[in-house]
């Protein structure tokens, strides 16, 4: 049984729910996270953002389908997706997004009724970060998401570092494991920088078309 659900939540699709409401304002919808919620029980859409409501940005995709679509547009920051959904599951979702490179980079929180060890192990070997299992409690959701979100920023901050470095493809070719996405995408940001040094008429839309991303892609 969740707790009270947010009315009417989960009638649109796909829903943004402007996650401040009857909450204190923690910081300005602009500069909250944006967590993708990719679920079809309406119940657990609402409670799950009644959790998160007042510090993320929230938007929903009702099925794995959508939620992958809606996750290539607009890259979130964050991912938490049911298990058991129509069209495509969440281990397909995981699977689909963390081969990637767009969206590779992305945490990813599965949340299922099936507690099961062969559960679990399966979604992490399909990339998932973090894995709670229904009903979860909401402080531990938080900290997980939280704590997610730091491990991100750092990471984002590491593969900055790197494809402003020489170091880059040097440190791909000395791997002993084949590069990850999050590695081939360093590279081919850092072979397109090299490649237009000189041209000072090289224009962050060309870039965007040479990375095939779009500029708000880019950004995330």
């Known amino acids: 049984q969740y707790e009270p659900t ?15 409401r009857e909450a ?15 679920e079809d029980n309406p119940d657990v859409v609402a409670y799950t953002a009644s959790c ?6 929230i938007q929903v995709g009702k099925d794995g389908q959508e939620g992958i679509e809606m996750a290539i547009e607009n890259i979130p920051d964050l991912i938490i997706t049911d298990v ?5 599951d969440g281990f397909e979702v995981c699977h689909t997004l963390k081969t990637d490179e767009r969206t590779s980079h992305i945490p990813i929180i599965m949340l299922t009724a099936k507690a099961d060890m062969d559960s679990k192990i399966e979604g992490l070997e399909r990339g998932a970060d973090a894995y709670l299992a229904k009903p979860f409690n909401k402080e531990e959701l938080l900290v997980r998401v939280k704590k997610l ?14 494809a402003g470095s020489n170091t880059a493809g040097q440190l791909v070719e000395e791997s002993p494991e084949a590069p990850t996405p ?11 920088v ?3 040094l000189d ?15 779009s500029h708000s892609q880019l950004l995330r």
């Open 52 to 57: 998160l409501q007042g510090q993320y940005n």
């Open 194 to 196: 090299d490649a237009h």
């Open 149 to 162: 979100l730091e491990l991100r920023e750092k990471l984002q901050k590491h593969y900055l570092s790197i």
């Open 199 to 213: 041209d000072f008429d090289f224009t962050v839309e060309q870039f965007c078309r040479e990375v095939a991303m």
């Open 182 to 192: 999050e590695d081939q995408f360093v590279l081919k940001l850092r072979e397109v």
């Open 24 to 38: 204190p304002e923690t910081a300005s919808t602009a500069d909250r996270p944006n967590i993708l919620l990719v």
């Open 6 to 20: 947010i009315g009417a939540v989960a009638e649109e699709s796909p829903l943004t729910i402007a996650a401040e």
């Open 84 to 88: 058991m959904m129509p069209i495509k």
